[in-house]
């Protein structure tokens, strides 16, 4: 127990908290926060209309390098449109990790396509491109689709496509040759915003003509080899959700390097109405997603702080670093060629029956501690999915203990 004693008593000097409960997350509102909010409500424009949506789409773009940002009311509907509009329609296969958040699993589940749940690295917590890899090696035949009558959509598109089929140029489509569904996407998750293997994911995808969304709703300021997680592939999204190292409540981005799919996402995401004075018309089924203008507006100052809230989290993992060094506990640091947002700080343990007492000794005396998720095939609607032996996720499961990692800036609200 003592072991244990000594990682409250420094989180707690740490946190400068000797008292009272420490989080494992909690928002830092340092800016014009409230300044902003306050222009939303004086000007009126507090919902669908008002200049900060588009402010902090720009701020998205600038920020990560992405061509398009499209604001959405959560990461999880901005997944589920990014999946619609790379093609991926009902009895599809998408390819995800089994250790990840429950919203990367529900959003593929929206579009009603099945999830296939493989393994992760070690290394970075996120999908594995050798068990993706292994896996399609197994079960893929590439079969050849006719392309005259799909439906290919182009930047200039002016008719909107919902589910639009993106085949590539030779026609070639991956299919499971056991269940004969067609395998329309990938969707891997930098877990805790360590980057995943993304060069070697992205060869073995363009070799079966995969199409890659980046579920990077946790990695906001991770950068694999320099560049932006939610870059690599056809869409990448973000979270803004209350959690995440930035927020606006509740909120969610749509990044693409694709002019037509971001005009799509915004047309669909806002009731795909068809712009007109005073008529209202839609030209396909669209969804109540957008962001409101109040969200927006925290999101705008937030951003604004996003560098230096990403300075305090790094000072705040080197700290662990060093703590963690002399003990038994591995303290999990960004993988090769990454640079890591420590959204999340993690250590692991011996085993289960270790991490179990470590998060039993440290949320009764009011220190938040988790374990990492239940893997999403022990969940029971996906207890019959497709999946591998899942051997690095168990393990990881098995271990994994976060711990409180909010970013400390002096003497912030310290009345609360
Ligand atoms: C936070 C998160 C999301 C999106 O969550 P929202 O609450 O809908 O913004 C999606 N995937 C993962 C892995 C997340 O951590």
Avoid at 84 to 94: A, I, K, P
Avoid at 114 to 124: A, G, I, R, S
Wanted: net charge neutral; with cysteine; charged share 20%.
């Amino acid at each position: 127990m003592n072991k244990l004693k000594t990682i409250i008593d420094f989180i707690r000097s740490t946190f400068q908290e000797p008292t009272k409960f420490i989080p494992l997350h909690d928002p830092r509102f340092i800016g014009n926060e409230v300044k902003y909010m306050q222009e939303c409500i004086e000007s009126n424009f507090v919902s669908s209309v008002g200049e900060f949506v588009g402010r902090f789409e720009k701020m998205c773009t600038e920020y990560t390098g992405a061509q398009y940002a499209v604001a959405a009311m959560n990461g999880t509907s901005a997944l589920h449109i990014a999946l619609q509009l790379s093609g991926v329609q009902r009895d599809d296969e998408v390819i995800t990790q089994a250790l990840t958040f429950i919203a990367t699993a529900n959003a593929i589940s929206y579009t009603g396509a099945y999830p296939v749940f493989l393994d992760v690295d070690k290394e970075t917590m996120g999908l594995s491109p050798s068990a993706v890899e292994a896996w399609l090696a197994e079960n893929v035949e590439m079969r050849e689709m006719p392309t005259a009558n799909s439906q290919q959509l182009t930047a200039n598109s002016q008719q909107p496509t919902a589910n639009s089929q993106r085949p590539m140029a030779n026609g070639q489509q991956p299919f499971n040759k056991h269940t004969h569904r067609r395998i329309s996407a990938c969707v891997p998750m930098h877990t805790f915003g360590h980057p995943v293997k993304t060069d070697k994911l992205l060869e073995v995808l363009n070799h079966y003509n995969i199409p890659l969304i980046e579920d990077a709703a946790e990695s906001i300021g991770s950068y694999y080899k320099g560049k932006h997680t939610g870059n690599f592939g056809k869409f990448g999204i973000l979270s803004f959700n209350g959690n995440k190292i930035i927020t606006t409540g509740g909120g969610g981005m749509i990044l693409t390097d694709d002019e037509g799919l971001a005009k799509l996402a915004k047309h669909i995401t806002t009731q795909a109405k068809v712009p007109h004075p005073w008529e209202y018309r839609h030209d396909m089924t669209g969804y109540n997603y957008r962001l409101t203008n109040i969200a927006a507006a925290l999101g705008c100052a937030q951003m604004e702080k996003l560098d230096y809230l990403l300075q305090l989290k790094r000072d705040l993992a080197d700290k662990y670093k060093e703590f963690f060094k002399d003990t038994e506990f591995k303290f999990f640091t960004e993988p090769e060629n990454c640079k890591s947002n420590y959204w999340l700080n993690a250590i692991i343990t011996k085993d289960r029956a270790q991490r179990d007492e470590i998060l039993e000794f440290t949320n009764s005396r009011g220190v938040m501690t988790r374990p990492i998720w239940e893997l999403m095939t022990r969940l029971p609607m996906f207890a019959n999915c497709q999946t591998d032996s899942l051997e690095n996720s168990k393990w990881l499961a098995d271990r994994v203990v976060n711990l409180p990692s909010s970013a400390i800036v002096q003497g912030y609200r310290k009345n609360l």
